[in-house]
């Protein structure tokens, strides 16, 4: 952890309480969390627990009822105002008229960059995400860990510090989940940019974050944080290693705690 | 190719079975007015006689399918086009005005829906008006605004198109207003984490989603165009058109007149709403849409 440089996102005695036809549900409960630049938070827990809320709070996607957020030192909103993070949902949500550039031009065409400029970090993203060559094809035209890594390039085409990335790769199989595991691992190794990942899935937390957020539900809050001991460099067969393993556990563990299973 | 012998073969059974029964309907149908001729002329036939007979009226109930080919025909092809008499003429007149109509109800629909879209208080104030609109008969309507227009100097072409605009925009709007807001949510957080403006979310998002809505509606439309432009005819005095055609036709009990007439109309509709698919189809595909 990176505990000497500012926060990225700071999170104090955060509250969000839905109003829904059965009552109020809350869904975050006094969350404080802290994050520092160049973090890998993985946010898990069973559903219900708030994870994508908390990511939506962080975006302004919601807006708290209690406690306070700051992004970049702003609040939640402003940082949105100025683009301050890239955002990856569960689904790949490209534009299905729009060619694979057209689709990760989207947002600088919308900060009303120059063409050029466009045309340049719309290469260079392709490249990061390995999808050089598939400038001209339409969304249906790739596979569903391709379209999920076009909208990846999406997300980093503006060179936002901060990546909030919802179950990104929840609804693919586990070979090219893996896969998409290594590559995001390196390109996070390459770019330093901060990244906040909702996942359900103990391997892929503990495999990808430096830092572990275990969530428990009714109501959404957190229930413990896990640093994680592994090395930066992580080949794919470290998920074998005793070390893994343990983390691995303590983060099970966190989740039967804050689990009740009687329901 | 065998998608095509598959609609093939469907198709040209049920208008085999539409032609059987056409012609025994005919016989039927034709059947008193022909006896009572006979017992006039104190003539007898044999069965097969009196049935030619009754398909061979000059001015029958019901005219038989070939009647009304070889009417259609004649009108068709072997007049000069400019003649009064020629179908296509009169189908070029209803044409002109559909078309004209067309245009306007699409214009007036979108933007009625793009209204209903963006401020909540047309959502709730119009949406009640438009579709009462469309309850009101179109015939009781139709000579008012032929008869309103006219006294204030607007004769011809308009008042007609305007006929075919008050029916054709219902259908435009009520699609739009779903196209338009079709985007999944998803896509719209996403224009929301850009920051992005009303106008560049409706421009980049909403529009381009409304696409295939539009040309759904635009085939519904253009159909209600068309009839719109026909019931137009009917109450102007129209001398000519496919309305004037049906109008002049039961004026004179020329009911082969009438069926030809009915039949350029299905012709002109058919070809409307091919040439509305077919402009779909190309948009679609410049789109980036999957070929089916």
Same mark, same amino acid.
């Given at each position: *952890? ?71 030192? *702003? %609040? ?34 919308? *900060? ?33 860990? *391709? ?43 390459? %770019? ?6 909702? %996942? ?40 074998? %290693? ?22 | ?15 085999? /079975? ?23 002329? /104190? ?44 179908? @296509? ?11 004209? /109509? ?38 009781? @309507? ?15 072409? @308009? ?61 519904? =439309? ?60 190309? @948009?679609?595909? =410049? ?6």
């Amino acid at each position: *952890m990176t505990g000497t440089s500012p926060a990225v996102v700071a999170a104090s005695k955060l509250g969000l309480t839905f109003q829904t036809n059965d009552g109020p549900v809350q869904a975050l409960s006094n969350v404080d969390l802290t994050i520092g630049k160049g973090e890998f938070v993985s946010f898990i827990g069973p559903s219900g627990c708030g994870k994508t809320t908390l990511l939506r709070v962080i975006a302004d996607l919601e807006k708290p009822t209690s406690g306070t957020i700051s992004v970049n030192g *702003m %609040t939640a909103e402003q940082a949105r105002e100025k683009r301050a993070y890239g955002y990856v949902f569960q689904a790949a949500a490209l534009f299905p008229w729009r060619t694979i550039e057209r689709n990760v031009g989207l947002p600088l065409e919308i *900060m009303g960059l120059s063409k050029a400029e466009q045309a340049q970090r719309i290469k260079r993203t392709l490249d990061l995400v390995n999808l050089r060559g598939f400038e001209k094809k339409y969304p249906w035209q790739l596979s569903g860990g *391709m379209q999920q890594r076009a909208s990846i390039a999406r997300a980093l085409a503006f060179d936002a510090d901060l990546l909030l990335m919802d179950e990104p790769f929840g609804a693919l199989d586990e070979i090219v989940r893996d896969h998409l595991n290594e590559q995001l691992l390196e390109l996070w190794g390459r %770019t330093n940019k901060t990244i906040c990942f909702v %996942t359900h899935s103990i391997p892929e937390a503990v495999y990808l974050s430096t830092r572990i957020v275990v969530m428990s539900p009714r109501p959404g809050r957190v229930s413990d944080i896990i640093e994680s001991t592994l090395p930066k460099q992580r080949p794919l067969d470290i998920r074998e %290693t005793p070390e893994f393993l343990a983390i691995a556990a303590r983060v099970r563990d966190g989740l039967r705690a804050g689990h009740s299973y009687d329901d | 190719m065998d998608t095509f012998r598959d609609k093939l073969i469907p198709v040209t059974s049920i208008l085999a /079975g539409v032609v059987v029964l056409w012609y025994v309907m005919a016989v039927i149908l034709n059947t008193p007015f022909q006896r009572d001729l006979d017992r006039r002329a /104190g003539e007898t036939h044999t069965l097969s006689e009196f049935i030619g007979k009754t398909l061979a009226q000059p001015k029958p109930t019901l005219p038989a399918p070939h009647q009304v080919a070889v009417n259609f025909f004649e009108n068709t092809f072997l007049r000069p086009v400019t003649s009064n008499r020629s179908l @296509v003429y009169n189908a070029w007149v209803t044409l002109s005005s559909t078309l004209l /109509g067309f245009a306007f109800g699409t214009a007036l629909g979108i933007i009625i829906a793009v209204g209903i879209v963006h401020v909540a208080t047309l959502d709730r104030s119009l949406m009640p008006w438009i579709i009462a609109s469309q309850t009101i008969p179109i015939l009781a @309507v139709a000579p008012m605004i032929i008869v309103v227009l006219a006294a204030v100097g607007i004769t011809g072409l @308009v008042p007609k198109a305007m006929i075919s605009t008050y029916l054709s925009f219902f259908p435009v709007t009520v699609g739009m207003v779903k196209g338009l807001r079709s985007p999944e949510i998803m896509h719209l957080d996403l224009m929301h984490t850009y920051n992005a403006s009303r106008a560049q979310t409706f421009w980049k998002l909403r529009v381009p989603a409304s696409v295939p809505f539009l040309f759904t509606s635009m085939k519904v =439309a253009v159909a209600a165009s068309l009839v719109g432009a026909i019931v137009g005819e009917l109450p102007t005095g129209a001398v000519a058109g496919i309305g004037a055609k049906l109008l002049a036709g039961a004026y004179y009990s020329q009911s082969i007149d009438i069926w030809s007439a009915l039949v350029a109309g299905s012709v002109v509709a058919a070809l409307l709403v091919m040439v509305v698919g077919i402009a779909g189809r190309i @948009v679609d595909r =410049a789109m980036g849409g999957r070929p089916a």
